[in-house]
C-alpha cells in the first residue's frame, strides 16, 4: 500500500491517541516529498548509502512514508572484524532521512547518537540478532531543542540470542517514537531500558511494542521519565504473547517523576496474552520528588536546584543498571551526567 492510500491517522487509534501525525510530518499529510539521506559516520569515518532498503511488510504510515520519501539504507554489520561500532548521525540540511539496518552475526556492541541543528529527523532502525549473539545497543537523542523526529524501529530476535537495550531522549521538541521488537524463536530475550527527560514544552512520545512468537522467551521494559515545566511524556507499551507460547516471562514498568504542576506524563501499559503458562506483569507509577530527600540535602549544603537535579539523575542513572555491557552503559550514563553538569 502506498502512503497517498493509507487513510491519515485520527486519535482513536492507539498509536497516535496522543501525537496526531500531522505534528511529526514534516511538511503537508497529503504530500510525500522527497528527502535527504542524513550523515552518518561510522567509527569516525562516514558511509556511505548504496544499498535499497528493504520494504517493510508494515501497512504502517510512518515507516511507508519515510520509505518512500528516501529509499536508501545504510548496512551496520557487528560482526568479529568490527564487535564495538560508534553511530553518529547528523544533517546540514533541514530535514534528512536515515535508514540503519542492522546485522548482528556475533556478540558485540552498537551505540547511535543523533545530533546537530536539523529541523527534522525520519529515522528508520531495522535490526537481526542472529543466534546465539548478544547485541548490545545503545541510542542517545541530543538533538537540538528545537528539531522534530518521527522514528521507528523494527527488531527481530533468533534462538537463544539477547538484545540488550538502552536509550536517552532529551533532544528535540516534538518526538514521536515506535519501538517494535519480535522475539521470533526460543530462548530469545530482550531488555529494554529508556530514560526521558522533558522540560520547558518538550514533547515525547515512546510506542514500545513486544511481541512474543516462541514460547521459553523473554522480555523486559523499564521507562523511566523526569518531566518538569510544561514537559509531556507518553510512554504506550504493548506486550503481546501469541498462542502456544508457554513459558515465556515479560513484564513492563512505567516510572515518572514530575516536577512541575505544570508537567504531564501518561503511561499506558497493555497486554494481549494467548497462552496459559506463562508470567506477564505489568506496572505504571507517578509522583513528586520527595521533600524529605529535598531537605536532607539541603541540610548538607546543596542548593534546592542542585539537590533536585541530583536525585533526578540518580532516578534516571538506575534505569541503565540493568545494562551489562560497560561500554554501552558508561556511554548512556556519560551522557545523562553531561546533561546536569
Known amino acids: 500500500m502506498n502512503y497517498l492510500e493509507i ?76 564487535p564495538a561500532n560508534l553511530i553518529t548521525i547528523s544533517s ?12 548482528c552475526s556475533t556478540s558485540g556492541s552498537l551505540i547511535v547518537k543523533l545530533d546537530g541543528a536539523i529541523n527534522w529527523l525520519g529515522l528508520h532502525i531495522t535490526g537481526n540478532v542472529a543466534k546465539n549473539c548478544t547485541l548490545s545497543f545503545g541510542l542517545v537523542n541530543d538533538l537540538a531543542q528545537h528539531s522534530t523526529i518521527l522514528r521507528c524501529e523494527d527488531w527481530n530476535l533468533l534462538r537463544d540470542s539477547v538484545l540488550e537495550y538502552g536509550e536517552l531522549s532529551i533532544g528535540g521538541s516534538q518526538i514521536k517514537s515506535d519501538i517494535r521488537t519480535s522475539l521470533d524463536e526460543v530462548n530469545s530475550s530482550l531488555t529494554q531500558n529508556i530514560a526521558v527527560i522533558t522540560e520547558d514544552s518538550r514533547h515525547d ?36 504473547i501469541q498462542e502456544d507460547c508457554d513459558g515465556c516471562d515479560a513484564g513492563q514498568v ?38 524529605e530527600q529535598i531537605h536532607y540535602m539541603m541540610s548538607r549544603g546543596f542548593s534546592k536546584v542542585h539537590a533536585e537535579a541530583l536525585i533526578v539523575e540518580g532516578f534516571l542513572v538506575s534505569c541503565f543498571a540493568k545494562i551489562n555491557n560497560n561500554e554501552v552503559r558508561q556511554y548512556l550514563i556519560g551522557a545523562l551526567t553531561a546533561k546536569y553538569l
Open 205 to 240: 512520545d515512546h510506542h514500545i511494542e513486544i511481541l512474543h512468537r516462541s514460547g521459553n522467551t523473554n522480555s523486559s521494559l523499564n521507562v523511566s521519565s523526569a518531566c518538569s515545566d510544561k514537559g509531556h511524556t507518553i510512554g504506550t507499551g504493548l506486550l503481546m
Open 7 to 82: 487513510p491519515v491517522p485520527n486519535r482513536a487509534q492507539h498509536l497516535w491517541r496522543y501525537t496526531p501525525w500531522s505534528k511529526v510530518h514534516p511538511t503537508e499529510v497529503g504530500s510525500v516529498p522527497k528527502i535527504s539521506t542524513a550523515k552518518v559516520i561510522l567509527n569516525d569515518v562516514e558511509i556511505k548509502s548504496n544499498d535499497k532498503r528493504q520494504k517493510s511488510n508494515l501497512e504502517e504510515i510512518s515507516r511507508v512514508f519515510l520509505q518512500e520519501s528516501n529509499n536508501s539504507m545504510h548496512l551496520v554489520s557487528v560482526n568479529e572484524a568490527s
Open 92 to 103: 546540514e540540511e533541514e530535514q534528512a532521512i536515515c535508514h540503519i539496518h542492522v546485522e
Open 254 to 291: 512505567f516510572k515518572n517523576l514530575l516536577l512541575s504542576d505544570t508537567a504531564k506524563a501518561e503511561s499506558i501499559p497493555e497486554l494481549e496474552v494467548l497462552s496459559d503458562d506463562v508470567k506477564a506483569a505489568h506496572g505504571a507509577a507517578s509522583s513528586s520528588v520527595d521533600s
